[in-house]
């Protein structure tokens, strides 16, 4: 169903050498909206110039874009390799005079250099004033170096996130949805159930659970479902029991009814566990280790959330519990190694 929910935009600053860079960043976006979205009512719209930007006269291409998409901005990524771009008519670039007004307007500003290696046919000039610009911009604050773009995505994933958690607690945006945990009917929870292993595999029951709240009421009409990071399931490519067609990208959901317990009703003070699945807990850390799982889908997976949606008698309810959290209450570590990361 339709819900409110905060946009913040986020521009992609650089010249035209750091095409794959911007694409990632891109990627890094979507992940975090995939990941975090849905939980906390906020969204990340990426917005660059060749998407975004649309035909005007009466002013320089550079203030043209300034007025409909560097201005309205929330936040900026800024990247440079060998090339400082185009002079704006105003700065040495168009993206460093974005990169400057966003600066002197107090926006969020990420900035990144490449150290890969230069074409031998690169414009000695334009090297020379990216090296100028990102030797002022350590004057006034942090920028990163990266030596490729597999570092550069682990870079802007974890920059991204910590920031975001960070804007998140200053704004006192809700981690929570519109839906309540709990109403006067029912209430839901993520319940973590019974340990067990499954080869070298340690495992448990996630539990999606409804209990009547009331003294007197019957719950006749009921259903919940638990929505699952598909890292977590040992299996990736088994249809489990209660699976339902999920509409997102990288999440399993798992669904059971009233008619599922024979339309057997909930009955006052009872709470009645409508559907469970099996989770791994140490594979990740073992695929992590043994270079099949790249660091920032670890990190996306263990920074999330599993979470139960709940229906009695036509109200929503929702519910989530930190992947973290649940892996600590059955004994897993939640550890993030570095080590033998797939590149």
């Known amino acids: 169903m339709p819900r409110p929910a905060s946009c913040y935009e986020v521009l992609i600053a650089s010249p035209g050498d750091v095409l794959a860079e911007r694409q990632i960043i891109v990627d890094c976006i979507e992940d975090w909206n995939a990941a975090h979205s849905r939980s906390t009512n906020v969204i990340l719209q990426p917005r ?51 990169i400057e007004r966003s600066v002197d307007r107090k926006k969020l500003v990420f900035l990144y250099f490449s150290q890969a290696a230069v074409p031998m046919t690169h414009d ?103 929505m699952v990071p598909a890292a977590l399931l040992k299996f990736a490519s088994v249809n489990y029991m209660a699976e339902v067609k999920s509409e997102r990208a990288g999440i399993r959901v798992f669904r059971h009814t009233e008619a599922n317990f024979s339309n057997t009703p909930i009955f006052p003070g009872d709470s009645l566990q409508i559907v469970s699945v099996e989770i791994a807990i140490g594979h990740l850390e073992m695929k992590e280790l043994t270079g099949l799982i790249r660091q920032e889908a670890y990190d996306l997976t263990m920074n999330g959330v599993i979470v139960a949606e709940a229906t009695v008698d036509g109200k929503l309810l929702r519910a989530e519990k930190p992947i973290r959290e649940i892996f600590s209450l059955a004994g897993g570590s939640g550890r993030v190694s570095s080590r033998s990361i797939m590149e």
Request: with cysteine; glycine share 8%; proline share 3%.
């Open 48 to 98: 660059r110039w060749e998407l975004d930007v649309y035909p005007e006269m009466g002013d320089r291409p550079q203030e043209i874009i300034n007025k409909q998409i560097v201005d309205n901005a929330d936040i900026l990524f800024g990247v440079f390799w060998h090339r400082a771009g185009t002079p704006s008519g105003v700065a040495q670039s168009g993206t460093i005079e974005e």
């Open 124 to 226: 000695a000039a334009q090297l020379a004033a990216v090296q100028d610009y990102k030797g002022r911009m350590r004057q006034r604050g942090v920028a990163f170096d990266f030596p490729d773009v597999h570092e550069f995505r682990r870079m802007v994933s974890r920059h991204l996130a910590i920031k975001m958690n960070v804007l998140l607690e200053a704004s006192g945006a809700s981690q929570e949805t519109t839906a309540p945990e709990e109403n006067n009917l029912a209430r839901v929870r993520v319940r973590v159930g019974q340990k067990g292993r499954n080869g070298e595999v340690t495992t448990i029951n996630v539990i999606g659970e409804l209990q009547n709240l009331t003294t007197s009421t019957r719950i006749r009409e009921y259903g919940c479902q638990l």
